[in-house]
């Protein structure tokens, strides 16, 4: 009997996500079980599901062969269920022992006392070399992940929920964890590793499950296969067809963004990029191939000027910006169709006209000596985006949050790409759209591209890429790990560079 | 030296009724929620403990049902910015106007009256220290009673776990509720036994500091109290010092008269001194250190 | 077993009918709870509101007072409704107020001022007095990082112990027994008034021209535009380019200023002098008067009358029914609870879930 038995789990985010795909999955007891899978291919989800933080909409969850249902992580926790995520649960201002000691059954007077001796134990154990009375805010990643990890032991854990937990180690620190779960799983506790590294399904995991697109894919013995095999399920076949040909030539054209030897920090001070240079011309559409999480964030907050580089140069239209406001960028001709569209792109309480402002306020077109607002003219070019970009609005005087989350993201890249801007940073423009939507946008942005801009695409969805840009290159670990025209695009080469194997 | 004597019993007494309304706030605060109704709850806290002393002649009844109507009041805050999830400023804000409103209903029948003053207990033989005794072993039941409630709020704050759970919900609630904390619940108490302090605090100004009830008679103490709080980082035996300070500033204020030092720019100290506190701990590194909590003033809605 | 759970959730939109739904169970409740109030206190409640609405709106003289009341509650008001629509929590504007009463009582007092001029620079006058003191919470809030609450809070008391050391020190007029005044300003440096009334006109003038122009500035300008913004989403500001700490200062400014102008006009409009208590709360009373008009500048003209109103003819019961002037806070706390209540009626939502 499997520990752990999921059954038809099927997820749905409203307008059109479909996170989790009628999956079944079974866990035995004492195994490392790796989840590989694309950003998107519903690992977390699936993983949030099992922990109590989501309630599936369709599918039920044994664990010893009994139905269960968590309305939140405490029902999950009592069937010694941890999850250590990507952000720790962690008070960055207390102690070791004082976080630990929270969620832990302790005497009222001086508890950090048995505390410590129970982490100097556990500890010892499997070790995890663990200071109790070290704050937080002193540890680096790697340390507070052994925090949560020796909470999950203290707590007795049963099934312990990795999720991407070598996304934010060094190779040192890798080698270290992956020892403390063989330890772990050698004590007889399950582990689900959740990645989507090839390299390390092979180094720690017993089984291994590929989702792809909400489904499971195939569950295997790691033993059973190998890198080759799995980069192909994880990535699918990729169809080379739809390659756009009524593109007009662009070389020769001037350069309008050039980011030079690029070093940027993560919000952990962690170098995320690593040295990147490209050019991008006018009227090119590049691309930037890669998981999420290899930089591709901290590289498009550098060039649109949310984050400061470190390191290196930035030129927009031959000026250099490196150290430039948003608004300066903004100015000489910057669209940017951000990654949070909700969070960031849109004021979901302001009105669809005032969204459509949002990043043109500056614009001699809609005010008067840049003070006085012309909403006439605003207006005017609301129902144009609007009716251009099929945005399905009842009234653009209402709230932009009356809109549901494809036309929110149909208004963003609708207003970015009507400013007739000389250069695009798109983030997974269509994520989240329909075919016939996204295929407009894809239009769209080819159209910008002949009209001049030069577009720079990220995205996870390499058909995508394929299908429009000039030039594609592959982002891994903060570094450009590969570059491919047009001519030349592999997309199976692609892929595997995607998942770090291969390249240079 | 008997001056001097005589001046540090009077910054004692003149501290606690400010050390007794900052020790609430601390855990109000710790808790991650600010209560500016302080003011409001130490005052109808007097007019309550006076009225109900003048007419039972018994001064511990007058107490406790000033800690009980202050500590409603404070269930009042609690729920609005709990539960509700309102604004804590203007809630706090409203329920000082309420209170100052309300205690000069209740009390208007008994301004200028004489009524019960708490007595003294002198704690024998230490009293008969000379000076040492005048000095810390000669009074009422509610400045020993703050003393103690300072060394114990110290205590539960730093050494048990309930002092963790405490900060944490202030720290980082979701963290808190992720190991099973139950926030609101939480915040519910820390809120509440503020207002039964401040509740506490006002009672003593009426039936031992001043004895008497003079309408507005806290005279901006609550709001003294919510600058110790910040200028005593959050900590009870930092307050404690804090709160003999800045009573010691008050009664220096008249003292000081007479040599040409004016009292209204030495009244102005505390203030100053509690800005200078929050831009030292504005730096991200010393907030660490200090222990400003990280959600001060932040409802927590669990993501649904 | 059943169990029901509760769920609270952030409304997408408000409605117009849940907004009148809210907005008139709130009212209800307000009503009843004054009501029961005033039974507690022993008060026929019909009494009681026949002689409020009687002393404040109900004869020439109480409209006189209403408005002359209204106009340090209007410019306040106006000012505190920007800043908190770019959620910058200005609690100051009593300190901002005493401030610029403070500057422009000065300038009447001891500069020789052209008669001519006497009057805009006294203005002038109280609108840096109270700009610069809320430039320093300002600063702190833009730069530091520093928390608004707290120190516009604070500056509060250092402004009115400021006044205070003035008053009954260095600035003690020298014909006023004993009391804490200042002398009387020079008569070219008072505000003219309506005849037969202490409405200071020029000052109210100024405090509906400002609510105009502000609500002008925040629905039809770039830097309302953005004020707007930043009151509901940093992110989005960021990304849309607007600089957060440059926003902040100017609100500050613009309703500390504001609130120095009553403070001139209290001044130069009504006492004639600087005095131990010169504003009776105003600045406190003012975010009051903000909440009631959500916030809208144009709406805050009508909130700051009707809180005005409730002041006179609070005035006017606590003669009558025998209660000090404290007495009126209780109204006005217990309106601003219900405000609370509005505001979680309209934004939020209710669930109900087995």
């Given at each position: 009997?499997?520990?752990v038995?999921?059954?038809?789990?099927t997820k749905?985010?409203?307008?059109?996500?479909l996170?989790?795909?009628?999956?079944?999955l079974?866990?035995?007891?004492?195994e490392?079980?790796?989840?590989?899978?694309?950003?998107?291919?519903?690992?977390?989800t699936?993983?949030?599901?099992l922990?109590?933080m989501?309630?599936?909409?369709e599918?039920?969850?044994?664990i010893?062969?009994r139905?269960?249902t968590?309305?939140?992580p405490?029902?999950a926790?009592?069937?010694?269920?941890r999850m250590?995520?990507?952000h720790f649960m962690?008070?960055?201002?207390?102690?070791?022992?004082?976080?630990?000691?929270?969620?832990?059954?302790?005497?009222i007077?001086?508890?950090?006392?048995?505390?410590?001796?129970?982490?100097?134990?556990?500890?010892d154990?499997y070790?995890?070399?663990?200071?109790?009375?070290?704050?937080?805010?002193?540890?680096?990643a790697?340390e507070?992940?052994?925090?949560e990890?020796l909470?999950?032991?203290?707590?007795?854990?049963?099934i312990l929920?990795?999720d991407?937990?070598?996304?934010?180690?060094?190779?040192?620190e890798?080698?270290?964890?992956?020892?403390?779960?063989?330890?772990?799983?050698?004590?007889?506790?399950?582990?689900?590793?959740?990645t989507?590294?090839?390299?390390?399904?092979?180094?720690?995991?017993?089984r291994?499950?590929?989702?792809?697109?909400g489904?499971v894919?195939?569950?295997?013995?790691?033993s059973?296969?190998c890198?080759?095999?799995?980069?192909?399920?994880?990535?699918?076949?990729?169809?080379?067809?739809g390659?756009?040909?009524?593109?007009?030539?662009?070389?020769?054209?001037?350069?309008?963004l050039?980011?030079?030897?690029l070093?940027?920090?993560?919000?952990?001070?962690?170098?995320?990029?690593k040295g990147?240079?490209?050019?991008?011309r006018s009227?090119?559409?590049?691309?930037?191939?890669?998981v999420?999480?290899?930089?591709?964030?901290e590289l498009v907050?550098a060039?649109?000027?949310?984050?400061r580089?470190?390191?290196?140069?930035?030129?927009?239209?031959?000026?250099d910006?490196?150290?430039?406001?948003?608004?300066?960028?903004?100015?000489?001709?910057?669209?940017?169709?951000?990654?949070?569209?909700?969070?960031a792109?849109?004021v979901?309480?302001?009105?669809?006209?005032?969204?459509?402002?949002l990043?043109?306020?500056f614009?001699?077109?809609?005010?008067?000596?840049s003070?006085?607002?012309?909403?006439g003219?605003?207006?005017?070019?609301?129902?144009?985006?609007?009716?251009?970009?099929?945005?399905?609005?009842?009234d653009?005087?209402?709230?932009a949050?009356?809109?549901?989350?494809?036309?929110?993201?149909?208004?963003?890249?609708?207003?970015?790409?009507?400013?007739?801007p000389?250069?695009?940073?798109?983030?997974?423009?269509?994520y989240?759209l329909?075919?016939?939507?996204?295929?407009y946008?894809r239009?769209?942005?080819?159209d910008a591209?002949?009209?001049?801009?030069?577009?720079?695409?990220?995205?996870?969805?390499?058909?995508?890429l394929?299908?429009i840009?000039?030039r594609?290159m592959?982002?891994?670990?903060?570094?450009?790990?590969?570059?491919?025209?047009?001519?030349?695009?592999e997309?199976?080469t692609?892929?595997?560079?995607?998942?770090?194997?291969?390249?240079g | 030296m008997d001056?001097?004597?005589?001046?540090?019993?009077?910054?004692?007494?003149a501290?606690?009724p400010?050390l007794?309304?900052?020790?609430?706030?601390?855990?109000?605060?710790?808790?991650?929620?600010?209560?500016?109704?302080?003011?409001?709850?130490m005052?109808?806290g007097?007019?309550?403990?006076?009225?109900v002393?003048?007419?039972?002649?018994n001064p511990?009844l007058?107490?406790?049902?000033?800690?009980?109507?202050?500590?409603?009041?404070?269930?009042i805050?609690?729920?609005?910015?709990?539960?509700?999830r309102?604004?804590q400023?203007?809630?706090?804000?409203?329920?000082?106007m309420?209170?100052?409103?309300?205690?000069?209903y209740?009390?208007?029948?008994y301004?200028?009256?004489?009524?019960?003053?708490l007595?003294?207990?002198?704690?024998?033989?230490?009293?008969a220290?000379?000076?040492?005794?005048?000095i810390?072993?000669?009074?009422?039941?509610?400045?020993?009673?703050?003393?103690?409630?300072?060394?114990?709020l110290?205590?539960?704050?730093?050494?048990?776990?309930?002092?963790?759970?405490?900060?944490?919900v202030?720290?980082n609630?979701?963290?808190?509720?992720s190991?099973?904390?139950?926030?609101?619940?939480?915040?519910?108490?820390?809120?509440?036994?503020?207002?039964?302090?401040?509740?506490?605090?006002g009672?003593?100004?009426?039936l031992?500091?001043?004895?008497?009830?003079?309408e507005g008679?806290?005279?901006?103490?609550?709001?003294?109290?919510?600058?110790?709080?910040?200028?005593?980082m959050w900590?009870?035996?930092?307050?404690?010092?804090?709160?003999y300070?800045f009573?010691?500033?008050?009664?220096?204020?008249?003292?000081?008269?007479?040599m040409g030092?004016p009292?209204?720019?030495?009244?102005?100290?505390?203030?100053i001194?509690?800005?200078?506190?929050?831009f030292i701990a504005?730096?991200?590194?010393?907030?660490?250190?200090i222990?400003?909590?990280?959600?001060?003033g932040?409802?927590?809605?669990?993501?649904a | 077993?059943v169990?029901?759970?509760?769920?609270?959730?952030?409304r997408?939109?408000?409605?117009?009918?849940?907004?009148?739904?809210s907005a008139?169970?709130?009212?209800?409740?307000?009503?009843?709870a004054?009501?029961l109030?005033?039974?507690?206190?022993?008060?026929?409640?019909l009494?009681?509101f026949?002689?409020?609405?009687?002393a404040?709106?109900?004869?020439?003289?109480?409209?006189?007072?209403?408005?002359?009341?209204?106009?340090p509650?209007?410019?306040?008001?106006?000012?505190?409704?920007?800043?908190?629509?770019?959620?910058?929590?200005?609690?100051g504007?009593?300190?901002?107020?005493?401030?610029?009463?403070?500057?422009?009582?000065?300038?009447?007092?001891?500069?020789?001022l052209?008669?001519?001029?006497?009057?805009?620079?006294?203005?002038?006058?109280g609108?840096?007095?109270g700009?610069?003191?809320a430039?320093?919470?300002a600063v702190l809030?833009?730069?530091?990082?520093?928390?608004?609450?707290?120190?516009?809070?604070?500056?509060?008391?250092i402004?009115?112990?400021i006044?205070?050391y003035?008053?009954?020190?260095?600035?003690?007029?020298?014909?006023?027994w004993?009391?804490?005044?200042t002398?009387?300003?020079p008569s070219?440096?008072?505000l003219p008034?309506?005849?037969?009334?202490?409405?200071?006109y020029?000052?109210?003038?100024?405090?509906l021209?400002?609510a105009?122009?502000l609500?002008?500035?925040?629905?039809?300008?770039?830097?309302?535009?953005?004020?707007?913004?930043?009151?509901?989403?940093i992110?989005?500001?960021?990304?849309?380019?607007?600089?957060?700490?440059?926003i902040?200062?100017?609100v500050m400014?613009?309703?500390?200023?504001?609130a120095?102008?009553?403070?001139?006009?209290?001044?130069a409009?009504?006492?004639?002098m600087?005095?131990?208590?010169?504003?009776?709360?105003?600045?406190?009373?003012?975010?009051?008067?903000?909440?009631?008009?959500?916030?809208?500048p144009?709406?805050?003209?009508?909130?700051?009358?009707?809180?005005?109103?409730?002041l006179?003819?609070?005035?006017?019961?606590?003669?009558?029914?025998?209660?000090?002037?404290?007495?009126i806070?209780?109204f006005?706390?217990?309106?601003?609870?219900?405000?609370?209540?509005?505001?979680?009626?309209?934004?939020?939502?209710?669930?109900v879930?087995?």
């Open positions: 009997m499997p520990l038995k999921l059954k038809n789990i749905f985010f409203p307008p059109n996500i996170a989790n795909d009628h999956i079944n079974e866990v035995n007891v004492g490392i079980h790796a989840i590989l899978g694309e950003n998107g291919a519903g690992k977390s699936l993983m949030k599901i922990y109590g989501l309630q599936p909409d599918g039920e969850i044994y010893d062969g139905k269960v968590f309305r939140s405490r029902d926790m009592k069937y010694g269920i250590v995520h990507q962690l008070i960055e201002n207390h102690t070791v022992a004082e976080n630990i000691a929270l969620g832990m059954r302790t005497s007077v001086n508890p950090l006392k048995e505390v410590k001796r129970r982490i100097r134990e556990v500890s154990s070790g995890l070399k663990v200071d109790p009375d070290d704050y937080i805010w002193q540890l680096s790697g507070k992940q052994r925090v990890i909470r999950a032991l203290i707590d007795d854990v049963r929920i990795l991407e937990p070598t996304s934010i180690l060094t190779p040192n890798v080698e270290k964890l992956f020892e403390v779960l063989r330890r772990i799983r050698d004590s007889g506790k399950t582990i689900l590793f959740v989507h590294k090839l390299k390390e399904v092979f180094q720690i995991s017993d291994v499950t590929v989702l792809r697109k489904r894919i195939v569950t295997k013995e790691t059973e296969t890198e080759e095999e799995l980069a192909r399920l994880m990535i699918g076949e990729i169809a080379v067809n390659i756009n040909s009524n593109k007009s030539n662009y070389s020769g054209n001037g350069v309008v050039e980011v030079e030897d070093h940027v920090l993560n919000d952990k001070g962690v170098t995320a990029v990147v240079n490209f050019k991008v009227g090119e559409i590049v691309g930037i191939a890669g999420a999480g290899n930089g591709q964030r907050e060039i649109v000027g949310l984050r580089a470190v390191r290196g140069r930035i030129r927009i239209l031959n000026r910006v490196t150290k430039a406001s948003v608004l300066d960028r903004l100015k000489l001709g910057l669209a940017h169709i951000p990654e949070d569209r909700i969070g792109g849109v979901p309480r302001l009105s669809i006209v005032d969204n459509i402002l990043t043109r306020y614009e001699k077109t809609f005010t008067l000596n003070i006085i607002i012309n909403y003219k605003i207006r005017e070019a609301t129902r144009e985006v609007i009716s251009r970009f099929n945005v399905k609005a009842s653009i005087s209402m709230p949050s009356t809109l549901s989350g494809g036309n929110i993201q149909k208004l963003i890249v609708g207003r970015e790409l009507s400013k007739n000389k250069i695009i940073v798109a983030v997974h423009p269509t989240g329909d075919i016939a939507a996204s295929s946008i239009r769209m942005i080819i591209g002949n009209k001049g801009a030069g577009v720079l695409l990220v995205s996870e969805d390499l058909d995508e394929i299908e840009c000039d594609i592959v982002m891994f670990e903060g570094r450009i790990v590969g570059e491919f025209s047009r001519e030349s695009f997309p199976h692609i892929g595997l560079l995607m998942a770090g194997i291969g390249g | 001056v001097i004597v005589a001046f540090l019993r009077t910054m004692i007494r501290g606690t400010l007794l309304a900052t020790l609430g706030e601390i855990y109000t605060e710790r808790s991650g929620i600010i209560n500016l109704g302080l003011e409001g709850m005052i109808v007097a007019s309550v403990a006076y009225v002393a003048y007419h039972t002649g511990i007058g107490i406790l049902t000033a800690i009980c109507i202050s500590g409603a009041m404070a269930l805050h609690a729920f609005l910015s709990i539960t509700l309102s604004n400023i203007i809630s706090g804000l409203a329920l000082t309420i209170g100052v409103g309300l205690s000069s209740i009390g208007r029948d301004v200028g009256k004489v009524g019960v003053k007595p003294e207990i002198p704690i024998y033989p230490l009293s220290i000379p000076y040492i005794g005048e810390l072993f000669k009074y009422d039941p509610i400045v020993y009673a703050s003393l103690i409630l300072t060394f114990i110290w205590f539960t704050l730093y050494r048990t776990k309930i002092g963790i759970i405490v900060r944490s202030g720290e609630p979701s963290v808190a509720d190991q099973g904390v139950n926030v609101y619940l939480v915040r519910y108490i820390c809120t509440i036994l503020g207002g039964m302090l401040a509740g506490l605090s009672a003593y100004l009426s031992s500091y001043v004895p008497a009830w003079v008679m806290t005279g901006g103490r609550g709001w003294i109290a919510i600058a110790l709080t910040i200028f005593a900590d009870p035996l930092k307050a404690l010092i804090g709160a300070l009573g010691g500033i008050e009664v220096l204020q008249y003292n000081l008269q007479p030092i009292p209204n720019i030495l009244a102005m100290t505390p203030y001194l509690t800005i200078v506190t929050l504005s730096r991200e590194k010393l907030r660490r250190r222990g400003a909590p990280a959600c001060l932040q409802p927590y809605t669990r993501e | 077993m169990k029901i759970r509760i769920y609270v959730r952030r997408v939109r408000t409605s117009l009918k849940v907004k009148i739904v008139s169970l709130s009212t209800l409740a307000a009503v009843v004054i009501v109030m005033f039974h507690v206190l022993g008060v026929d409640p009494y009681a026949n002689r409020i609405y009687m404040s709106l109900g004869s020439y003289y109480g409209i006189s007072e209403t408005i002359t009341k209204s106009i509650l209007l410019l306040c008001g106006v000012g505190l409704a920007v800043a908190y629509k770019a959620k910058v929590w200005n609690i504007a009593e300190g901002q107020l005493l401030m610029g009463a403070i500057v422009s009582g000065g300038l009447a007092l001891f500069t020789p052209p008669p001519q001029l006497a009057i805009p620079i006294i203005f002038l006058g609108f840096i007095g700009a610069l003191w430039l320093i919470p809030k833009a730069k530091f990082q520093v928390n608004e609450v707290i120190t516009t809070l604070m500056m509060n008391y402004a009115e112990r006044l205070l003035l008053v009954y020190g260095p600035w003690r007029g020298k014909e006023v004993g009391f804490p005044f002398s009387r300003i070219y440096a008072r008034v309506v005849p037969g009334t202490r409405i200071h020029p000052t109210l003038i100024i405090g021209v400002s105009v122009l609500f002008f500035m925040l629905s039809r300008t770039t830097i309302g535009f953005k004020v707007r913004v930043i009151g509901e989403s992110r989005a500001s960021n990304y849309a380019g607007i600089e957060y700490s440059k902040v200062i100017l400014i613009i309703s500390g200023g504001l120095g102008l009553a403070g001139a006009g209290e001044v409009g009504i006492q004639h600087l005095r131990k208590g010169i504003s009776p709360g105003y600045g406190f009373t003012a975010i009051i008067v903000a909440w009631l008009g959500n916030l809208n144009l709406l805050v003209i009508a909130s700051s009358l009707l809180i005005a109103s409730i006179v003819g609070g005035d006017a019961i606590q003669i009558s029914i025998g209660l000090s002037s404290a007495f806070n209780l006005n706390g217990t309106i601003l609870i219900f405000l609370l209540l509005n505001y979680f009626l309209s934004e939020y939502e209710i669930i879930r087995r």
